[in-house]
T-cell receptor, first 113, second 110 residues
Framework: DADVTQTPRNRITKTGKRIMLECSQTKGHDRMYWYRQDPGLGLRLIYYSFDVKDINKGEISDGYSVSRQAQAKFSLSLESAIPNQTALYFC????????????FGSGTRLTVV | GQNIDQPTEMTATEGAIVQINCTYQTSGFNGLFWYQQHAGEAPTFLSYNVLDGLEEKGRFSSFLSRSKGYSYLLLKELQMKDSASYLCAVRTGGGNKLTFGTGTQLKVEL
């Protein structure tokens, strides 16, 4: 099994729908992150969490919310999806300031039509 | 804010050496990472520098100059499978939050 699992892998949804992307990890890491990746824009941080009670906004949090249900689970919600939220979404984990940075999930490709 | 610059695209020949540069402007610098990302896949860790100098790991080496805000990734004996995007990322502050550059798409040709 993968260390960091994202579900679903692919999703097409309609404008205005609520959608949740889920991330779970077996690494035992305390820190979890959500990024989105767009062509030409690179990876941009949406939200991050350093433990269950600590949630922080990243550089592009508008239109998104998160929930850290447990140390191993961090979900990202789009309350009312819009087409410019079409992107590849990655969840990542880390254990404090490690020298290997992040462990990434396989990504969720989201299309909003 | 933070600014990280990398070339958008590079092309190199199989068996050759290629250097991918990254310049950054940031406060609270606490390390620089290089990741490799094949199309549609997750980034994978390549190297990490926090002190000035060269770190070598097999065919891959990474260099850092903190005073110049500059790093490069050196790939030797290029193989076709090295065709991928290479992401430079800077860690700032006491946490482990990374800011990524937009990536350099490397194409390896015969």
């Amino acid at each position: 099994d993968a260390d960091v699992t994202q579900t679903p892998r692919n999703r097409i949804t309609k404008t205005g729908k609520r959608i949740m992307l889920e991330c779970s990890q077996t690494k035992g890491h305390d820190r979890m992150y959500w990024y989105r990746q767009d062509p030409g824009l690179g990876l941009r941080l949406i939200y991050y969490s350093f433990d269950v009670k600590d949630i922080n906004k990243g550089e592009i949090s508008d239109g998104y919310s998160v929930s850290r249900q447990a140390q191993a689970k961090f979900s990202l919600s789009l309350e009312s999806a819009i087409p410019n939220q079409t992107a590849l979404y990655f969840c990542a984990t880390s254990e404090s300031a490690r020298v290997d940075g992040y462990t990434f999930g396989s990504g969720t490709r989201l299309t909003v039509v | 804010g933070q600014n990280i610059d990398q070339p958008t695209e590079m092309t190199a020949t199989e068996g050759a050496i290629v250097q991918i540069n990254c310049t950054y402007q940031t406060s609270g610098f606490n390390g620089l990472f290089w990741y490799q990302q094949h199309a549609g896949e997750a980034p994978t860790f390549l190297s990490y520098n926090v002190l000035d100098g060269l770190e070598e790991k097999g065919r891959f080496s990474s260099f850092l100059s903190r005073s110049k805000g500059y790093s490069y990734l050196l790939l030797k004996e290029l193989q076709m499978k090295d065709s991928a995007s290479y992401l430079c990322a800077v860690r700032t502050g006491g946490g482990n939050k990374l800011t990524f550059g937009t990536g350099t798409q490397l194409k390896v040709e015969l």
